[in-house]
């Protein structure tokens, strides 16, 4: 009879370990699933209070309320966000909440048997599982005082991008009371759940191995829960896990791409430049707002020297540009490679822009004032891995590096190429920290808005450095075109200055500027009065892919379209077609947003 008893003891957590992994193997996508998942929550938070002997009275329900309430609060804050989060979402999270007040029930009511004597050890390890149990969703919470926005996966991706020391710069660079508010508010709410667990009364009913094999149910329902939970805190961290396994994903597919590249029909050059030793020039900004540039009518005079070469007729400037997202890694995931947000082309099955210049005979450069991450790996370093050339000229931990931006202009210049090359220079820009990126000579603005003249210096700097790139491509007899886009804008007020969870128009308004040398004139002149027609076009910049196979000629790229080519007469994109936020959103809907 012992034995049939341990037997059920033993085999209770494995069954219901078993029944919860097919539950969340399902998603709970189905009415079935999630009232299985809905009904074995509540059987075993009752199961929790009865083995437990909990005394019923005022501090009891006074501290499941505040240990509730804890862990609801973050759908609270999503509903009154206005996010996609309905009656069923929040219902799955209440369950998962009593799961996660059973797991603690269960284990105070073990920590407080008679026979054990060890106190201070006791104590310790309560404390030690409130902490645990609390800690994700205080963290989502407390971002939430600090931001007024709920951590979303595209933060978490931000910060795995970063290593200690940028993280630390990010701190310091963002800290306001709010912050300390939150942290104040994490505190404040984790020992109120701590006192008041403290002060439920519970004698376990059951023996401790009829307990333990219940705390194993808890534990087995927990972590299967991890990788698929619909709690919203969970979603996010499972979501976040994803995107970062696809950019991982992107690196090992990168040989099988250039294999199938090796093997690609039908990919050429016009006959036009199939021939033409061109060199072609790409510079990508970081954090520039056009509507902060002077050249598309800002009244400050921030690009000055841009403004002579459109009067001089050297470069074509397009003024209904957006980005298709305000950060970094995923805009530039899109605009370098053949992913856009107007067909189903997945990043890690794309090629780069790099990969198809390199299979006709282009030799290719990436040059960066940015940070070349080692463990923190980005796509954008992967892309630039194509490369035949990598030079990176911030070696430091740090985000300012060593150098400013004309560094990349020096460095531009030893570049010996008498064969066609794509060359592709990645700024600092405007990067935050606003005042670190100009040197003192080019701190021009002046007012009591310091956040401001700091902003627009890295503008007026970022103006000198582009032309510069400019100056210096001229110079070479084989120089065809350039093309200066900006990654996304920036909103200089906003912790972060981009944050898509708070998006504003100033954080995707990109410019966008095209310079074309006498000699692509001449040999394209077809797609040269189109780069000047297409001036007011809208456009966003995951199709700047698009738009450089396009000048440099390339034919045969797989699944590319007309429609999404600027210089294209089928081109069809306008101010209603055009997506955002990686296709979830429309220019109409964010310009309204403040």
């Given at each position: 009879?012992?034995?049939?008893?341990?037997?059920?003891?033993?085999?209770?957590?494995?069954?219901?370990?078993?029944?919860?992994?097919?539950?969340y193997?399902?998603?709970?996508r189905?009415?079935?699933?999630?009232?299985?998942?809905?009904?074995?929550?509540l059987?075993?938070f009752?199961?929790?209070?009865y083995?437990?002997?909990?005394?019923?009275?005022i501090?009891?329900?006074?501290?499941?309320?505040?240990?509730?309430?804890?862990y609801?609060?973050v759908?609270?804050i999503a509903?009154?966000?206005n996010?996609?989060?309905?009656?069923?979402?929040?219902?799955?999270?209440?369950?998962?909440s009593?799961?996660?007040?059973?797991?603690?029930?269960?284990?105070?009511?073990?920590?407080?048997q008679?026979?054990?004597?060890?106190?201070?050890?006791?104590?310790?390890?309560?404390?030690i599982i409130?902490?645990?149990?609390?800690?994700l969703?205080?963290?989502?919470?407390?971002?939430?005082?600090?931001?007024?926005?709920?951590?979303?996966?595209?933060?978490?991706?931000?910060?795995?991008?970063?290593?200690p020391q940028?993280g630390?710069?990010?701190?310091?660079?963002n800290?306001?009371?709010?912050?300390?508010?939150?942290?104040?508010?994490?505190?404040?709410?984790?020992?109120?759940?701590?006192?008041?667990?403290?002060?439920?009364?519970?004698?376990?009913?059951?023996?401790?191995?009829?307990?333990?094999?219940?705390?194993?149910?808890?534990?087995?329902?927990i972590?299967?829960?991890?990788?698929?939970?619909?709690?919203?805190?969970?979603?996010?961290?499972?979501?976040?896990?994803?995107?970062?396994?696809?950019?991982?994903?992107?690196?090992?597919?990168?040989?099988?791409?250039?294999?199938?590249?090796?093997?690609?029909?039908?990919?050429?050059?016009?006959?036009?430049?199939?021939d033409?030793?061109?060199l072609?020039?790409?510079?990508?900004?970081e954090?520039?707002?056009?509507?902060?540039?002077s050249?598309?009518?800002a009244?400050?005079?921030?690009?000055?020297l841009?403004?002579?070469?459109?009067?001089?007729?050297?470069?074509?400037?397009?003024?209904?540009?957006?980005?298709?997202?305000?950060?970094?890694?995923?805009?530039?995931?899109?605009?370098?490679?053949?992913?856009?947000?107007y067909q189903?082309?997945?990043?890690?099955e794309?090629?780069?822009?790099?990969?198809?210049?390199?299979?006709?005979g282009?030799?290719t450069?990436?040059?960066?004032?940015?940070?070349?991450?080692g463990m923190?790996?980005t796509?954008?370093?992967?892309?630039?891995?194509?490369?035949?050339?990598?030079?990176?000229?911030?070696?430091?931990?740090?985000?300012e590096?060593v150098?400013?931006?004309?560094?990349?202009?020096?460095?531009?210049?030893k570049?010996?190429?008498?064969?066609?090359?794509?060359?592709?220079?990645?700024?600092?820009?405007?990067?935050?920290k606003?005042?670190?990126?100009?040197?003192?000579?080019?701190?021009?603005?002046?007012?009591?808005?310091?956040?401001?003249?700091?902003?627009?210096?890295?503008?007026?700097?970022t103006?000198?450095?582009?032309?510069?790139?400019?100056?210096?491509a001229?110079?070479?007899?084989?120089f065809?075109?350039m093309?200066?886009?900006?990654?996304h804008?920036?909103?200089?007020?906003?912790m972060?200055?981009?944050?898509?969870?708070?998006v504003t128009?100033?954080?995707?308004?990109?410019?966008?500027?095209?310079?074309?040398?006498?000699?692509?004139?001449?040999l394209?002149p077809?797609?040269?009065e189109?780069f000047?027609?297409?001036?007011?076009?809208?456009?966003s910049?995951?199709?700047?892919?698009?738009?450089?196979?396009?000048?440099?000629?390339?034919?045969?790229?797989?699944?590319?379209?007309?429609?999404l080519?600027?210089l294209?007469?089928?081109?069809d994109?306008?101010a209603?077609?055009?997506?955002?936020?990686y296709?979830k959103?429309?220019?109409?809907?964010?310009?309204?947003?403040?």
């Amino acid at each position: 009879m012992d034995f049939i008893r341990f037997s059920l003891k033993a085999a209770c957590p494995v069954l219901l370990s078993l029944l919860y992994y097919s539950i969340y193997g399902l998603s709970l996508r189905s009415y079935v699933s999630f009232s299985v998942y809905t009904l074995s929550s509540l059987t075993i938070f009752i199961a929790a209070l009865y083995f437990s002997g909990i005394k019923k009275d005022i501090r009891t329900l006074a501290a499941f309320f505040i240990y509730l309430f804890t862990y609801m609060s973050v759908y609270l804050i999503a509903l009154g966000l206005n996010l996609n989060t309905n009656l069923i979402d929040v219902v799955k999270g209440l369950d998962f909440s009593l799961i996660s007040l059973s797991f603690v029930i269960t284990s105070i009511a073990l920590l407080g048997q008679k026979n054990c004597h060890l106190s201070f050890v006791k104590g310790l390890v309560f404390v030690i599982i409130v902490i645990l149990s609390l800690l994700l969703p205080l963290i989502f919470e407390s971002y939430f005082v600090a931001t007024g926005s709920l951590l979303s996966s595209d933060i978490i991706i931000a910060l795995a991008q970063t290593n200690p020391q940028e993280g630390k710069e990010f701190f310091l660079s963002n800290v306001s009371l709010s912050w300390g508010v939150a942290f104040l508010f994490l505190v404040f709410v984790m020992l109120l759940n701590i006192f008041a667990l403290k002060r439920v009364q519970m004698s376990l009913r059951v023996s401790k191995s009829s307990a333990f094999s219940l705390l194993l149910c808890l534990i087995g329902a927990i972590v299967l829960a991890l990788p698929r939970m619909d709690y919203l805190p969970f979603s996010v961290v499972n979501v976040t896990s994803k995107q970062l396994d696809n950019f991982n994903k992107y690196k090992e597919l990168k040989n099988i791409r250039a294999q199938k590249l090796s093997k690609l029909k039908g990919l050429t050059q016009n006959n036009e430049l199939a021939d033409d030793p061109g060199l072609y020039v790409v510079v990508v900004g970081e954090s520039n707002n056009a509507s902060r540039m002077s050249v598309f009518g800002a009244v400050r005079n921030t690009f000055p020297l841009l403004k002579k070469r459109v009067l001089n007729n050297e470069a074509f400037i397009y003024k209904n540009v957006y980005s298709s997202w305000p950060q970094t890694v995923q805009a530039l995931s899109y605009a370098l490679t053949q992913a856009n947000q107007y067909q189903s082309i997945d990043v890690v099955e794309s090629y780069s822009l790099i990969e198809i210049a390199k299979s006709l005979g282009f030799e290719t450069y990436w040059l960066s004032n940015q940070r070349k991450f080692g463990m923190y790996e980005t796509p954008i370093t992967v892309i630039a891995s194509t490369a035949d050339h990598e030079i990176w000229t911030n070696g430091s931990a740090k985000m300012e590096g060593v150098y400013y931006d004309y560094e990349l202009v020096k460095r531009f210049k030893k570049i010996k190429v008498d064969k066609k090359a794509l060359i592709i220079i990645h700024l600092m820009g405007s990067h935050q920290k606003y005042d670190r990126r100009v040197p003192n000579e080019f701190k021009t603005f002046k007012t009591e808005d310091s956040v401001i003249d700091s902003y627009d210096d890295t503008l007026f700097y970022t103006d000198y450095v582009v032309d510069s790139i400019y100056k210096e491509a001229l110079k070479n007899k084989n120089f065809r075109a350039m093309v200066y886009f900006s990654d996304h804008g920036e909103d200089p007020y906003l912790m972060g200055g981009h944050d898509p969870e708070n998006v504003t128009i100033d954080m995707l308004h990109v410019p966008l500027v095209v310079y074309l040398s006498d000699s692509y004139k001449k040999l394209q002149p077809i797609k040269a009065e189109m780069f000047k027609e297409r001036q007011n076009a809208y456009f966003s910049n995951d199709l700047i892919f698009n738009l450089v196979i396009s000048m440099l000629g390339i034919e045969g790229v797989p699944d590319s379209e007309n429609r999404l080519d600027l210089l294209h007469k089928e081109y069809d994109i306008n101010a209603d077609s055009l997506k955002l936020m990686y296709g979830k959103n429309t220019l109409e809907n964010i310009k309204k947003q403040k």
